[in-house]
T-cell receptor, first 110, second 115 residues
Framework: GQSLEQPSEVTAVEGAIVQINCTYQTSGFYGLSWYQQHDGGAPTFLSYNALDGLEETGRFSSFLSRSDSYGYLLLQELQMKDSASYFCAVPTGGGNKLTFGTGTQLKVEL | EPEVTQTPSHQVTQMGQEVILRCVPISNHLYFYWYRQILGQKVEFLVSFYNNEISEKSEIFDDQFSVERPDGSNFTLKIRSTKLEDSAMYFC?????????????FGPGTRLTVT
C-alpha cells in the first residue's frame, strides 16, 4: 500500500519562507506531486518531481530525495493568499490514480 | 482556460436514496477520475476511467458505486442506496494522457450530504 505523512499544521508570517515536508512509503514510485487546496475548493496542481533535486516555479519550489523517500514544498515570500492546505501525492497504477498525503494546513499571519 | 465543471454544487439526500453526480471533463482529455474528501480529511481516490472502461478502482468503490460516460462530454458517478458515511465532497478530475507526470485537473466538487 501507499502512505504519505505530512505535518498537520504549519504557521508562518507574511514574507517568510516555509517548508512543508512529506515522507512516503510506496510500492512502486514514479514521482511526487504537490497540490494546493483552499477551503472548500478544488485541489490545484503545483508541481511534480520525478528526479532527485529541486524544481523551482516562481515563489514555490519542490524537492525530492528518492533515497530518503522524502520530499518538501518550499514557499517563499509568503502571502496571505497562500493560506491553504497542501497535499503531497504519488501517482500509481501508471498514473491512473493519485494517492494523497495527510495534508498540511498552512496559516499565514501578518 | 479550460476547466472541469461539476453539478450540482451541493446535494442533500436521504439515506437509502440514489444520487447521480455529474461532471464535464476538459474536452480533449482522455482520463477521468472521481475522488472524495470527507470533511477535514485527505482526498481519497475512488475510480479512474479510460476508453469507456474503469481502469482502476479503490476498495471504497464497491457495488454501491458506478460510473458512466453517457455521451461525449459528461462523466457521472452514481451512488445507490446512500449511507450516512457517504457524506463528503466529491471531486471529478481529468487528465490528458494519464501518465505519471500528467497533471490532473480537478473540478470544484459536489458536496453530498446524506441525512
Amino acid at each position: 500500500g501507499q502512505s504519505l505523512e505530512q505535518p498537520s499544521e504549519v504557521t508562518a508570517v507574511e514574507g517568510a519562507i516555509v517548508q512543508i515536508n512529506c515522507t512516503y512509503q510506496t510500492s512502486g514510485f514514479y514521482g511526487l506531486s504537490w497540490y494546493q487546496q483552499h477551503d472548500g475548493g478544488a485541489p490545484t496542481f503545483l508541481s511534480y518531481n520525478a528526479l532527485d533535486g529541486l524544481e523551482e516555479t516562481g515563489r514555490f519550489s519542490s524537492f525530492l530525495s528518492r533515497s530518503d523517500s522524502y520530499g518538501y514544498l518550499l514557499l517563499q515570500e509568503l502571502q496571505m493568499k497562500d493560506s491553504a492546505s497542501y497535499f503531497c501525492a504519488v501517482p500509481t497504477g501508471g498514473g491512473n490514480k493519485l494517492t494523497f498525503g495527510t495534508g498540511t494546513q498552512l496559516k499565514v499571519e501578518l | 482556460e479550460p476547466e472541469v465543471t461539476q453539478t450540482p454544487s451541493h446535494q442533500v439526500t436521504q439515506m437509502g436514496q440514489e444520487v447521480i453526480l455529474r461532471c464535464v471533463p476538459i474536452s480533449n482529455h482522455l482520463y477521468f477520475y472521481w475522488y472524495r474528501q470527507i470533511l477535514g480529511q485527505k482526498v481519497e481516490f475512488l475510480v479512474s476511467f479510460y476508453n469507456n472502461e474503469i481502469s482502476e478502482k479503490s476498495e471504497i468503490f464497491d457495488d454501491q458505486f458506478s460510473v458512466e460516460r453517457p455521451d461525449g462530454s459528461n462523466f457521472t458517478l452514481k451512488i445507490r442506496s446512500t449511507k450516512l458515511e457517504d457524506s463528503a465532497m466529491y471531486f471529478c478530475a481529468s487528465s490528458g494522457t494519464g501518465g505519471e507526470s500528467d497533471e490532473q485537473y480537478f473540478g470544484p466538487g459536489t458536496r453530498l450530504t446524506v441525512t
